[in-house]
């Protein structure tokens, strides 16, 4: 376990690539120069995440090795290569490490805390763990903070579908429950409900109802691809906003423990093109919009 390969952060890692999660990351979409960044970025939190949730690790040593990798990001060593790339690219752009610390610190959070009392603190998780990825992207893209409210709405909404999609491997796996405590008491329902083969009623009402207060979370994203100056950006932005409508959908009427939650490959590409459809008609609207309103011989 002391070995130079266990030391190491990417002996950690699961395997699992940016092409396996359930949103885009750095597709076709984005303009090829700020791809290599994106990367960089992902490679790096998917490390992260991986250490956070191995369910071999002790906890002192998750916290060891994520602890490591903030020092790489801020240049205190050179042990971990995704630090290392990432820390070079954010200094070639003159860009902060914060988004990246803040995923850091939601990690150790995922090390430390099991539960979550409320939709606050569980909204407050996704002010590290999830929100700070959007606005990664906003700034390599140069776009305006004015658009964080939205992609804060957007990246939340993301993040709680993946716990509500999980919910039953994270607690069976990681003793993790991001379900709120007061939800489940509210439906009737115990933590330990989440191992069942399948949902109770009283916790699929609970996870329903979860489901349905994410759909209304998510639709205050729907004008963010339209405050987004980059036209490429903002397409991608709307094509995973519209696959999360899609997988709100589904955990409004399907049971996560027993059924199958996540897109498969075809809907995901239809999706993907009603998306990048339905965004470049909305950015024609508002460029004719923003015509018709210009002032003559302006």
Request: net charge neutral.
């Amino acid at each position: 376990m002391n070995d130079a390969r266990h030391n190491s952060a990417a002996a950690w890692r699961s395997g699992k690539g940016h092409r396996d999660e359930n949103f885009p990351v750095a597709s076709w979409l984005i303009h090829p120069r700020h791809r290599g960044i994106i990367l960089s970025f992902y490679n790096f939190v998917r490390t992260a995440d991986d250490i956070a949730d191995h369910a071999a690790l002790p906890p002192d040593q998750k916290l060891a090795l994520l602890n490591r990798l903030d020092a790489g990001l801020t240049g205190q060593n050179d042990a971990d290569a995704a630090a290392v790339r990432l820390r070079r690219e954010l200094a070639e752009r003159k860009l902060s490490p914060k988004h990246a610390q803040d995923l850091l610190a939601a990690f150790k959070l995922d090390v430390t805390k099991l539960r979550y009392r409320d939709w606050d603190d569980l909204i407050g998780y996704c002010s590290l763990s999830a929100m700070p990825v959007g606005r990664f992207v906003l700034d390599v893209h140069g776009e305006s903070r004015d658009t964080w409210p939205a992609n804060d709405a957007l990246c939340a909404a993301l993040q709680i579908i993946n716990h509500l999609q999980d919910c039953k491997s994270d607690y069976l796996n990681l003793d993790r429950v991001y379900v709120p405590l007061d939800a489940l008491a509210a439906a009737g329902a115990a933590v330990e409900a989440l191992g069942g083969e399948r949902a109770s009623p009283s916790l699929l009402s609970c996870l329903h109802r979860l489901a349905e207060r994410t759909e209304r979370l998510l639709a205050e994203s729907d004008i963010f691809p339209v405050l987004i100056e980059d036209r490429r950006l903002g397409l991608e932005v709307s094509v995973i906003n519209t696959l999360a409508h899609r997988l709100t959908a589904l955990l409004m009427r399907r049971d996560p423990l027993s059924e199958r939650v996540h897109l498969p490959l075809p809907a995901v590409a239809g999706l993907t093109l009603i998306g990048a459809l339905g965004g470049a008609s909305r950015r024609l609207a508002r460029c004719f919009s923003a015509a018709a309103h210009k002032p003559r011989g302006a």
